[in-house]
């Protein structure tokens, strides 16, 4: 029988690297005497589609397991909260589930959106719990201008994430994308230049005539990126 606290992980803290650094140690400790390979799969959460996911995490391997990552998880919607209770265990069976939540572990359990959500006290009573301390570092667009230009694109994340937590209310969108236009149009390669202005040209047409906030546009954006380098 499937032990869910061995299969369902929380990563809760507001510290982006050190958020990674737990996940790599969850994917550590899961492949540990693992015989097959375990594909991992990414989700952001504001951006799941039910018929995708359903297939994600449905279907069945006896060779391969999955590691599924949830990004921003507090945001899932009721549809995909509702999916998982519904079907926990059949999910659980063949798949470890990381739910990332960007939160001060120290608040989180105070949030009643959290505590009252059927979901996640549903799930967190089930599941191992890792909360990460928050290191304070004050970063500048300059900082995010050298990740690009080094292609460290884990760092150019984390730092878009403390970026818009310290400018709260003002629109980065603008900024950011003219220092991406800037570095890419250096890039050497015509290929990458073309991949690299398509990825700015999509971006710039999902916050100006879909609505898409910003913040969620640019960090699928450095997803993008970072998948593809």
Do not use: C
Not at 5 to 24: C, K, N, P, S, Y
């Amino acid at each position: 029988m499937v032990n869910p606290a061995r299969r369902i992980f929380f990563v809760i803290g507001t510290d982006f690297l050190h958020r990674q650094r737990a996940i790599e140690n969850i994917k550590t400790r899961i492949l540990h005497n693992k015989s097959s390979p375990i594909n991992t799969i990414i989700f952001y959460s504001k951006e799941i589609e039910m018929n995708d996911l359903r297939k994600k995490v449905l279907t069945f391997s006896f060779d391969k397991e999955k590691i599924i990552i949830f990004k921003n998880a507090s945001a899932l919607t009721m549809a995909i909260k509702k999916f998982f209770v519904e079907n926990l265990k059949e999910i659980t069976s063949s798949n470890y589930l990381i739910f990332e939540i960007e939160q001060d572990h120290r608040n989180v359990f105070q949030d009643t959106k959290l505590t009252k959500d059927k979901f996640f006290s549903f799930l967190l009573k089930r599941g191992t719990i890792l909360r990460i301390s928050s290191t304070l570092q004050r970063l500048t667009l300059d900082d995010f201008k050298r990740s690009i230009r080094r292609s460290d694109y884990a760092r150019s994340f984390y730092i878009l994430e403390k970026l818009f937590e310290k400018e709260k209310g003002k629109d980065l969108g603008p900024q950011i994308l003219g220092i991406l236009v800037y570095e890419f149009s250096r890039t050497k390669n015509p290929h990458q230049k073309e991949k690299y202005f398509s990825y700015l040209w999509e971006t710039d047409r999902a916050i100006k005539e879909k609505g898409v906030n910003s913040r969620l546009a640019l960090e699928v954006l450095i997803a993008r990126l970072s998948a593809s380098s």
